[in-house]
């Protein structure tokens, strides 16, 4: 029977995890049946504050989680014993995720992994827009990295629309996420991945298989967003124009330019807590209208974006349990309704 809803868990209510799980609550074909966890620090106490049922991930943790004064109710296992879930979204730490695979074997219960696990993890690395069909009734999905998702969704376009014959992208990556800033991270200083070409290009393969990239890339003492810096050979000639069409049409993907003062990867932060959204998240990708260039030849294109990490694969969770459940069979009804719920917009200003 077709379902019309589902009921989802999030296990690992980190960075992605707590976003995932609000992002779900906004869905009303979806249920959050509540998230899960190992520790019970503050960001757990706040989910539990806010109602959400709290499970602890693993039995070994429900008395020293108790003990912190967290109201645990149960174990994730015994909520996957009891059938109570359709979907677990697992955001648990790179490799973690891999483990937990058994888990959900055994209880023969979907699972959305993130773009710490490998590939092998789920067989299917997903991005809404480029192949969302290849998810379809899956038992298990993977939703690539930001930096993956980034890649896929703008330089995608571009080889859906125009065809590309090279990419190469530079990815200047933010050091650490801000809430872990007090534990790790690097200060006054740039550091090379000196491993050439970086995972990111081979990763974006993992979604669109035949595109020829290479990525390189470096950490900034920053913890706000990455930045993406591309170059494109296409396989006909365009003008700027024919490029500015083809990101103007991808969803979630949008324009904002110098001309109006955004000259950083701060005045993006800026601009996203003035859209209002929960934590001043930003789900788009922001182009630079203005670095948006293309040789004189008109086969080398040239641009510039941001990649706000903590949230642009947020929307890509939504859809992939819509695929895996088969909820919508088509990408774009699916797209649409994400971006509906979560106010996901063309244009920001
Ligand atoms: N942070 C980002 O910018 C970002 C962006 C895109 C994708 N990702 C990917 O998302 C995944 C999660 O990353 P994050 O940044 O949210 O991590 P995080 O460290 O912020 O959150 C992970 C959460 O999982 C919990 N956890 C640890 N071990 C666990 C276990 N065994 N079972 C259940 N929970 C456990 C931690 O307590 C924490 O609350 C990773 O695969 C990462 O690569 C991260």
Redesign the pocket.
């Known amino acids: 029977m077709v379902k019309t809803s589902v009921s989802v868990v999030v ?7 707590k976003r995932v799980a609000d992002a779900v609550l906004r869905q009303p074909d979806m249920r959050l049946v509540g998230v ?4 019970a ?1 503050w ?2 106490k706040l989910a539990a504050s806010k109602g959400l049922p709290v499970y602890a ?2 039995a070994d943790r429900v008395s020293e989680m108790a003990k912190k004064g967290l109201k645990v109710s149960g174990t ?1 296992e015994e909520l996957l014993r009891n059938g109570a879930v359709d979907v677990v979204v697992d ?4 490799k ?2 891999a ?2 695979r058994e888990l959900y074997e055994k209880y023969g219960v979907k699972a959305v ?5 490998k590939h092998e993890v789920a067989g299917v690395s997903f991005v809404a827009q480029r192949n969302y069909s290849e998810a379809l009734g899956r038992q298990f999905v993977r ?1 690539v ?2 930096n993956t ?1 980034a890649i896929c969704r703008v330089i995608g376009g571009i080889h859906e629309k125009i065809g590309v014959k090279k990419a190469r992208v530079v990815v200047f990556r933010r050091a650490v ?1 801000v ?2 800033s007090s534990r790790t991270g690097i200060m006054n200083t740039v550091v090379p991945e000196l491993q050439v070409p970086s995972h990111h290009g081979p990763d974006a393969q993992t979604v669109i298989k035949d595109l020829d990239i290479v990525t390189m890339a470096a950490k900034g003492s920053h913890n706000l967003y990455h930045l993406h810096m591309a170059m494109v050979e296409v396989r006909s000639k365009v003008t700027v124009e024919d490029v500015l069409k083809v990101v103007e049409e991808e969803p979630r993907v949008i324009f904002v330019s110098g001309e109006d003062g955004v000259d950083g990867l701060n005045a993006i932060f800026e601009l996203s807590r003035d859209l209002g959204r929960p934590r001043g998240d930003l789900y788009e990708i922001p182009v630079w209208k203005d670095s948006v260039s293309v040789s004189q030849d008109g086969l080398e294109v040239y641009l510039i974006w941001a990649t706000p ?2 949230s ?2 947020v929307p890509e969770n939504v859809d992939a349990i819509r695929a895996i459940t088969e909820l919508e069979k088509e990408a774009r009804a699916s797209i649409s309704k994400t971006d509906e719920y979560l106010g996901i917009v063309k244009r920001v200003y």
């Open positions: 296990n690992g209510y980190g960075v992605i995890g899960a966890d190992v520790v620090d960001r757990i991930s693993t994730l955001c648990t730490p790179a973690v995720g483990r937990n992994f993130q773009g710490g696990e939703v990295s930001c998702t996420d809430w872990e990490n903590e642009n694969v």
